[in-house]
């Protein structure tokens, strides 16, 4: 007798389950299409199903759907998957049938087992709580995946991504403000330009992550309507009519987040427009961070034969080859991570175009792409900031001697030289090696030389 494995039924027949498995028959058919990427769902999709579960478990129990031990008991199933206590019980690949319905039997049968085997009853008999009677009542593959996945990303946003940004703009913030008074060259074009302040430089970098910020909470809001009701194709058949707005009320109290109903159920499972919308948000706060790491991978550039204007935090040998080199490694981990979230955006796009009629079939990918995009992002931040920015320098000497050497201070000279004098000075300038300030002394008495060559007066506006 194999005591490895157990029998279940199905509506397709006989299924042969691992016997220690908390899956059943419907997720073992799943395996055996295969593993193509070898990944199961994510895990905060897959926590956020639970939640999900346990949310209308609870609803059907109050709208006595669900009898109280049996909503007591799954909903009680499902706080041990949030734990995490029950992660490698969901193998099934993230490529899997597009409604995500493989995962939500997964949890289905998940859930089920554990809740009877709480009451009394055995893992694969399906009874006393059955994964499509009891757990899945109200509810569809086709509705509760999608909410999953707006709310597994949601929750990913306020826990993960937006204090990663917020460590990385306060480090930025704290560096602006020490910065202020070093005077440097600036550069457009990567030539020379007018004379700028390092703080004004760095606070244009925590600017653009103040925008993150903002950008991050309309990502959020965008997913906050739920597809959850609409069941099989967004009329809602077979749930209770209030079944959507008890489980979304106790997913509110739970998470704190404004979640609400999806104002068109149809529009809700048919398209997932809300995730496109999010994911081209967190595309922009990549692109901010990738321009933040270039910059500080070209002012730091060096030590002897680049800009060198700041240092980085020195974190391993840069070299197999050259002894003494040291990279700036954690700004081409940060580029690299944005890379990848502007590559996801293009599945992001590309999946958010699957939706035919009543149904979008890519959601399993989407929920990858959107949830790794998040997780990426809010790692690769936090990395950039803890291990680059806070330790990061400033080489005052270097910035004195580019702020000196830069041509584009004859900018100030106009107004007393004329355009047409200075442009002739500065490539005078150039061609002999020596500053302006040494040729402009034979033009202007020194005094008004010194006025006009004033480099903090030039970083405002009117030179005051």
Sequence with gaps: MDTT??????????????????????TQRALAVGAISGRPMPRPLLHALARVKRACAHANGELGLLSPDRATAIAEAARQVISGQHDDQFPVDCYQTGSGTASNMNMNEVLGNLASVALGGERGTRSPVHPNDHVNLGQSSNDAVPTALHLAAALEIDHRLVPALRALHAALL???????????????????????????????????????????????????????????????????ERLPALAIERLRQETGLPLREAADHFEAQGARDGVVEAHGLLETIATSLFKIAQDLRLLASGPRTGLAELRLPALAPGSSIMPGKVNPVMCEVLTQACARVIGNGATVRVAGMGGQLQLNVFVPVLAEALLDSIGILAQSSAAFTDQAVLGMEVNRERCEDHLEQSLMSATALVPALGYDR?????????????????????????????????????TRPSGD
Aim: glycine fraction near 10%; charged fraction near 25%; charge should be negative.
């Design 174 to 240: 704290d560096k602006d403000l020490a910065w202020q008074p070093v005077l440097k060259a600036g550069r457009t074009h990567l030539m020379d330009a007018t004379p700028i302040r390092l703080g004004q430089e760095v606070g244009g970098w925590a600017a653009q992550v103040e925008h993150g910020l903002r950008r991050a909470s309309q990502a959020r809001e965008a997913l906050m309507e739920l597809a959850l009701g609409g069941t099989a194709v967004g009329t809602g058949l077979n749930r209770h």
């Design 5 to 26: 494995h157990r029998t279940e039924q199905d509506s397709m027949g006989t299924v042969s389950v691992p016997a220690e498995a908390w899956w059943g028959a419907q």
């Design 422 to 458: 200075t442009a002739a000075l500065a490539k005078q300038a150039l061609a002999s090696g020596r500053t302006l300030r040494e040729l402009a002394r034979d033009l202007l008495p020194a005094e008004e030389l010194d006025r006009l060559l004033d480099y903090a007066a030039m």
